[in-house]
């Protein structure tokens, strides 16, 4: 069988497929892997996938259904057996009946354990019970670039009813969790029919009754999103605003890459060792080119620990990084839990806990997220000639002179 698409890789391979036989496991990390090959189908280690099968339960003999879902963190790409956390299904069905409302969501994914069948499993994350109240055999939940593209717009959900009209749900963004999964269901159980359900602001859920129903269902929902932009930016004339700055010949981007990739490698290996993946392809470049880069890039931000402040020109590109320590007041950390665990840690109130952090640093100062914005804006707004720089913001941290 062979299918064709334009925006995805159609990566199954019968023949590798039958050789796994009737093995759902096997056809499921099948799957997974190929799904996970092609980058515009989800993010390195987003996303995850799941099946279920019959097993028999050890403890009672019986036929038990099983359900086999990537473990936290983990990348589909790469996954295999030691990457499964192993649960009853009905255990986690049953959680229903001790769920006690969204401020329940900690306890919860302890109790996850309690469901773990196979004492090799993985941990179960907090997307496993995602996976559980659907009944579909196979699922996947991606984060694929078009699919990004549909739920971060503010009418995610009209877009979607033009994309897939009655055949897919759609549900407003909330985090990952058991009333995520109880949304998940009651949307199934509203329109028994979609075969997708989209997350706003987060992703796709889709499914099948064999693993490759669900990679062939996968693929088309996500081609379908990929040609409804393609069509929309055709309609528009253009994207991102429009070409501002002619690219580089390739010979030349090369050449720059390869000067630029050493320093990018060496800031982000401070702790892990790291490689890098470099792309010039048309729709990195028709970005990277346009005239909304200066507006857009900067929003793309999401790691709290390196804010990379980059600029792009027709002939100059500046790599310049903040690094802040000890920014906890303000921050998106001190919203969880993760305040009231360390004032105990320290036993302090969390009151105590800014005063706390502001005695490590020799200026005896609190870091607030403003600093770190006023350190890139003074290499993006004011540096302009100045590349290749670290600006610690941390009040000058003595166990980190040697940065
Ligand atoms: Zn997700």
Known sequence: MS???KHVDYLWDDKKASALGNDHVALFLYRSNILGADLRITNYAGGNTS?????????TNEEVQIMWVKESGGDIGTL???GIAVVYTSRLRDLKNVYGGLDDEGRMVELFNHCIYDLDSKTP???T???SLLPFAHIDHLHSDALIAVTAVSDSEKMTKEIWGETMGWIPW?????DLELQLEKCLKDHPSIRGIVLGSHGLFTWGDTSHDCYINSLEVIEMASQYIEDKIKENGSVFGGQKIESFSEGERKEKAAQIMPILRGLCSSKNRMIGHFSDTEVVLEFINSNDLVQLAPMGNSCPDHFFAIRCGSDKIKVNTINPDGVIMGSKIWEGKWAEG???AYGITV???????????LLNEIIYPSDIADGVFSLVGILHKTTRNIINVDGEMVNAFVR
């Open 51 to 59: 099946c279920k099968t019959m097993e028999k339960d050890s403890l």
């Open 342 to 344: 360390r004032a105990k």
């Open 3 to 5: 299918v064709k698409f």
């Open 125 to 127: 994350s907090i997307d």
């Open 129 to 131: 019970p995602l996976n």
């Open 80 to 82: 295999d057996r030691s």
């Open 174 to 178: 909330q985090s990952p969790g058991f």
């Open 351 to 361: 009151d105590e806990m800014p005063a706390h952090y502001a005695k490590r640093n």
